[in-house]
């Protein structure tokens, strides 16, 4: 019901930018939290970043912090990452995350949480 469409990964040299996209579309009443998770070879899924929309409220993995920033086009329900300075232990596999409340006739209306399918991002010279 709410498809997820990720962009903007691909490989860059250490210290190089890249700047993720996610695009949520499907029958969204709003949308409660936007997040970026990661996952490298051979370790679990980590919280890259994550804003939550009531609130606007920014939190960031500490290995991300000055580096990443998290933001939102509202219009779009499109959430990115702008990936600065990265280096070779930034290398995983970016996973976009939303989760919020869906277009309904039910009250209370449902929830959802939609994952996108994930773009890599390599980081090496």
């Known amino acids: 019901q709410v498809q997820l469409v990720e962009s903007g990964g691909g490989l860059v040299q250490p210290g190089g930018s890249l700047r993720l996209s996610c695009a949520a579309s499907?029958?969204?009443?709003?949308?409660?939290?936007m997040a970026w998770y990661r996952q490298a070879p051979g370790k679990q899924r980590e919280l890259v970043a994550i804003?939550?929309?009531?609130?606007?409220?920014?939190t960031y993995a500490d290995s991300v912090k000055g580096r990443f920033t998290i933001s939102r086009d509202n219009a779009k329900n499109t959430v990115y990452l702008q990936m600065n300075s990265l280096k070779p232990e930034d290398t995983a596999a970016y996973y976009c995350?939303?989760?919020?409340?869906?277009?309904?006739?039910?009250?209370?209306?449902?929830?959802?949480?939609?994952w996108g399918e994930g773009t890599q991002v390599t980081v090496s010279s």
């Open positions: 804003l939550r929309t009531s609130s606007s409220r920014i």
């Open positions: 995350n939303v989760n919020g409340v869906l277009v309904s006739g039910r009250v209370p209306a449902p929830g959802f949480i939609s």
């Open positions: 499907g029958d969204i009443f709003s949308i409660s939290a």
